[in-house]
């Protein structure tokens, strides 16, 4: 017990710990050895030369925990950290897809989530990195802005 207590300390953000709770150990011989050549491929790719360098995965409680019903919007700076979780998904997606020889089990569990078409390029586009739209997001922010200018340097 004092093991689980451990992995469950290092754990970030309400979906993990949940996520951990609800695990149960292995019941037959055949799940371990599948499991255990799932993180054997991990490593392979991990000690190659051209690992994947995922730096800081972002935590995205907050965000997810506002998405529901429709009619409600994002603000701009969380609609840019889904848009960067969504291209790093993307990255890693085909980083295992690349090194299918290497990763068999670890290409296919990422299929799916590549043959999602993923608009984080759009979402990077249009927002800055605080999250505001750009000037050159569509010509009607571009004009509503010259507006609001104009109004400011009049008052």
């Given at each position: 017990?004092?093991?689980?207590e451990?992995?469950?300390?290092?754990l970030?953000?309400?979906?993990?710990?949940?996520?951990?709770?609800?695990?149960?150990?292995f019941?037959?011989?055949?799940?371990?050895?599948g499991?255990?050549?799932r993180?054997?491929?991990?490593?392979?790719c991990?000690h190659?030369?051209?690992?994947?360098?995922?730096g800081?995965?972002?935590?995205?409680?907050?965000?997810l925990?506002?998405?529901g019903?429709?009619?409600?919007?994002?603000?701009?700076?969380?609609?840019l950290?889904?848009?960067?979780?969504a291209?790093?998904a993307?990255?890693?997606?085909?980083?295992f897809?690349e090194?299918?020889?290497?990763?068999p089990?670890?290409a296919?569990?990422m299929?799916?989530?590549?043959?999602?078409d993923?608009p984080w390029?759009?979402?990077?586009q249009?927002?800055?990195e605080?999250?505001?739209?750009?000037?050159?997001?569509?010509?009607?922010?571009?004009s509503?802005?010259?507006?609001?200018?104009?109004?400011?340097?009049?008052s």
């Open positions: 017990e004092s093991v689980l451990c992995l469950e300390s290092h970030i953000g309400r979906p993990s710990v949940e996520q951990f709770a609800r695990m149960v150990p019941s037959d011989v055949g799940s371990v050895r499991e255990y050549r993180v054997s491929q991990m490593q392979a991990l190659s030369d051209d690992s994947f360098g995922l800081s995965i972002p935590s995205l409680d907050s965000v925990s506002q998405l019903p429709s009619g409600l919007a994002l603000e701009g700076e969380d609609l950290l889904l848009a960067r979780a291209r790093m993307e990255e890693l997606g085909s980083y897809l090194r299918r020889e290497v990763a089990d670890l296919a569990i299929e799916p989530i590549e043959a999602i993923l390029r759009d979402i990077e249009a927002l800055d605080r999250g505001e739209g750009r000037d050159g997001a569509s010509s009607e922010l571009a509503i802005r010259k507006r609001l200018a104009g109004a400011r340097a009049q």
